[in-house]
Structures are given as C-alpha cells and as structure tokens.
C-alpha cells in the first residue's frame, strides 16, 4: 500500500519562499489526481492544488494561484509545490493526498482522496 511522506515545512517570514515535498513509499504515484490540502487550526481543511496524473493538468485554489505552483517528478515518486510570497494566511499544516476514482468535479474536495500524508506544518511570520 503506497504511503505518502511531506516534508519541507517550517518557519518563515512574509514574502519567503518554501519548497514542500511528498514522497510516495511501497509503491508508485500512479493515481489519477494528486493534491496539496491546507488546515489552519480551527479551520476545515482547504484545496490549495492538484495535478492530473495524464496531461500534467494543474489547478489552483484562488488565494494561492500565482505564487505557488505544483509539480510531480515520477521517476523519484515526489511531488512538490513550490511556495512563493508567502502571507501570514498561508500559516497551516499543509497534506498531500492521492486519489484514483477522483472526477474533476471533485479535484478540490478532501473527501475524494483515498490516501494521506501526515501533514508538514509551515508557519509565516508576518
């Protein structure tokens, strides 16, 4: 069963830039959307990103479109999104999920991943 690592986090200031990776383990990322989710404390986790396995597709949820960007590099398993400008907002535990029966109609629902990661906290001092 494939099981999903994040790492990168940590503790920045406002306008930093920060890398976060996944990394798929027992297996490959083979699924049809992968995707970065956020929760802040108190606060539903949010849709930030996913990418379509085929195509290369990306999409964004709007408060970060323009400053982060997601990718994959399937030959190491690891998928990444690169965090710019960031904001005290962007302040949460930020998950990588997997999904294979996802439609694009579910892209940003966390209900619609089947697999996890256990979360990389990134904090951003204003």
């Known amino acids: 069963q494939v099981q999903l690592v994040e790492s990168g986090g940590g503790l920045v200031q406002a306008g930093d830039s920060l890398r976060l990776s996944c990394v798929a383990s027992?297996?490959?990322?083979?699924?049809?959307?992968m995707a970065w989710f956020r929760q802040a404390p108190g606060k539903e986790r949010e849709f930030v990103a996913a990418?379509?396995?085929?195509?290369?597709?990306?999409y964004y949820a709007d408060p970060v479109k323009g400053r982060f960007t997601i990718s994959t590099n399937y030959e190491k398993n690891t998928m990444y999104l690169q965090m710019n400008s960031l904001k005290p907002e962007d302040t949460a535990v930020y998950y990588c999920?997997?999904?294979?029966?996802?439609?694009?109609?579910?892209?940003?629902?966390?209900?619609?991943?089947?697999?996890w990661g256990q979360g990389t906290q990134v904090t951003v001092s204003s």
């Open positions: 027992g297996g490959t990322f083979s699924s049809r959307f």
């Open positions: 990418i379509r396995r085929y195509g290369g597709n990306t």
């Open positions: 999920a997997s999904g294979e029966r996802i439609i694009l109609s579910s892209i940003r629902e966390a209900g619609a991943y089947e697999t």
